[in-house]
């Protein structure tokens, strides 16, 4: 899946599996039964007319690698590395870059050999996620932000063992 820059993403709560057509670019995130065991759908774009049962979130998604206007990274709900780093140079990357600007909420990046590391909500330090959810499958990370908007820390994430589905935009 191919990632801007910086877009708006749309975070839906199902109490099961969303009805097909699934829009695309998408991913779904299994809660398991931390969550209530529920799914997690972020999409691209604002939510519009078509309503969810529940519209979790909508927010600003940026890539800091990616972006290099300053005022793009200050606005910023979500800030994503989308260069897979060694976990040292990760830990090293999420001190310096964020969660940075006022309005931002999370800050996340894949690792080299799979897993994600990510630093916000109440979580004091930086979580080590496992899951392997590849580098390009840059909504994870709104799902993470959907997760703490739900009011739940982001090692919680560690019990959730999510499943993952996406679709990856049109051509």
Not at 134 to 147: D, M, T
């Amino acid at each position: 899946m191919r990632a801007p820059a910086g877009c708006f993403v749309t975070v839906e709560w199902w109490e099961e599996a969303p009805p097909e057509p699934v829009p695309s670019p998408s991913l779904c995130l299994w809660t398991g039964r931390v969550a209530g065991g529920g799914v997690l759908l972020a999409r691209t774009g604002l939510a519009g007319t078509r309503r969810a049962p529940v519209v979790l979130d909508e927010h600003l998604t940026v890539d800091a690698d990616a972006c290099a206007d300053a005022r793009g990274l200050d606005c910023a709900d979500v800030l994503r590395g989308s260069r897979p780093r060694p976990t040292a140079e990760a830990v090293r990357w999420l001190a310096e870059i964020g969660p940075a600007g006022p309005g931002c909420r999370l800050a996340a990046v894949p690792l080299i050999g799979g897993g994600w590391v990510a630093r916000g909500g109440t979580d004091p330090g930086v979580v080590a996620l496992p899951c392997q959810v590849p580098p390009e499958q840059w909504l994870f990370v709104s799902c993470l932000h959907a997760w703490l908007v739900a009011g739940l820390p982001l090692s919680g994430m560690l019990e959730a063992h999510p499943r993952i589905t996406y679709r990856p935009a049109l051509p």
